[in-house]
């Protein structure tokens, strides 16, 4: 069942990115008055279409692809609104349309991506787990983690990446707290994810704290 989800979510993907790119070429075709026969998702046997003023709307069986056909694309017609009589600035543009559109939709979804994820990206203590390290006063909320062992934290990725590679042995984490620096002594605590270990702040007996001699 999982491999049935797995696959429909890969042709979802393929075929919304297939028809993002082939919309491109489409869209600018038509902004160039250049006449397109048919819109087509997807290849092979024909499973559902539908005839418009000038262009035929088709899906397709195969939906690893998809195309736009043009009159006088592939051959030289010479009539108004066929490919090979646009100009050449315009032809350039039919052309690379569909790649322009992929790379904006990419870096749309990237800033997108990271601003959410953004979100969830601070060193700042939201929350802490009952009977791990607040339960000794060292970690609380609001504080801001501003290093661990002479490694700068700016995001919540730095603080992953030094306690995956702690492998379980004490931590001198810095901190901001009430516009003061601290240091705390912390280990991490090995928990159960998802059938894998993984390490997150905690300890009860090894934990200490001392204030930054400025």
Same mark, same amino acid.
């Given at each position: 069942?999982?491999?049935?989800?797995?696959?429909?979510? @890969?042709?979802?993907?393929?075929?919304?990115?297939?028809?993002?790119?082939?919309?491109?070429?489409?869209?600018? =075709?038509?902004?160039?008055?250049?006449?397109?026969?048919?819109?087509?998702?997807?290849?092979?046997?024909?499973?559902?279409?539908?005839?418009?003023?000038?262009?035929?709307?088709?899906?397709? =069986?195969?939906?690893?692809?998809?195309?736009?056909?043009?009159?006088?694309?592939?051959?030289?017609?010479?009539?108004?609104?066929?490919?090979?009589? =646009?100009?050449?600035?315009?032809?350039? =543009?039919? @052309?690379?349309a569909g790649a322009v559109v992929n790379i904006v939709f990419g870096l749309v979804a990237y800033f997108l991506l990271m601003s959410l994820a953004g979100m969830n990206s601070s060193t700042v203590v939201k929350q802490i787990i009952p009977e791990y390290a607040s339960e000794t006063m060292a970690l609380q909320v609001g504080d801001k983690i501003t290093r661990i062992n002479d490694k700068k934290t700016r995001i919540k990725s730095d603080i992953d990446m030094v306690l995956f590679q702690s492998k379980g042995e004490n931590l001198s984490v810095w901190i901001e707290r009430n516009g003061e620096n601290m240091q705390l002594s912390i280990a991490p605590t090995e928990v159960k994810v998802r059938r894998n270990n993984a390490l997150c702040f905690g300890g009860r007996s090894r934990t200490g704290r001392e204030k930054l001699q400025k």
């Open positions: 069942m999982g491999f049935i989800v797995g696959a429909l979510k @890969v042709i979802f993907l393929l075929g919304f990115l297939v028809f993002i790119h082939e919309g491109g070429h489409f869209l600018v =075709a038509k902004l160039c008055k250049v006449k397109v026969r048919e819109f087509s998702l997807g290849f092979g046997p024909n499973l559902f279409s539908k005839q418009g003023v000038e262009t035929k709307y088709s899906i397709r =069986a195969i939906p690893f692809g998809g195309y736009v056909d043009m009159v006088g694309e592939t051959e030289q017609v010479e009539e108004k609104g066929s490919f090979s009589e =646009a100009k050449v600035l315009q032809r350039i =543009a039919i @052309v690379v």
